[in-house]
Nanobody, 123 residues
Framework: QVQLVESGGGLVQAGGSLRLSCAAS????????MGWFRQAPGKERTFVAT???????TYYADSVKGRFTISRDAKNTVYLQMNSLKPEDTAVYYC?????????????????WGQGTQVTVSS
């Protein structure tokens, strides 16, 4: 059973940085795609960033391009480095996994989800 556990959220001032982590377990993830999504209060869950474990291809939402970076380490942990944070980045951030290698920005294409971690950016 795939498990995704996020951590690293918190309260930060505008312009600051946070690094989210997602510890993935239960499978060999070499053929998976990993993604980060976020959901602000009263809004739908939207795509933030994604990469495929095998080829390293990445893709970002326009709203975070140049500020956020998705990466991984050798121990099945996926990171989202968030710099130059803005109040509109405030949301619950979710890690997700997809059982195929080609990346997707659609939440409906992801098979597994973490519980989420809150990020709050104050102005």
């Amino acid at each position: 059973q795939v498990q995704l556990v996020e951590s690293g959220g918190g309260l930060v001032q505008a312009g600051g940085s946070l690094r989210l982590s997602c510890a993935a377990s239960g499978r060999t993830f070499s053929s998976y795609t990993m993604g980060w999504f976020r959901q602000a209060p009263g809004k739908e869950r939207t795509f933030v960033a994604t990469f495929n474990w095998s080829g390293g291809s990445t893709y970002y939402a326009d709203s975070v391009k140049g500020r956020f970076t998705i990466s991984r380490d050798a121990k099945n942990t996926v990171y989202l480095q968030m710099n130059s944070l803005k109040p509109e980045d405030t949301a619950v951030y979710y890690c997700a996994a997809r059982r195929v290698t080609w990346i997707s920005t659609s939440r409906d294409d992801y098979d597994y989800w973490g519980q989420g971690t809150q990020v709050t950016v104050s102005s």
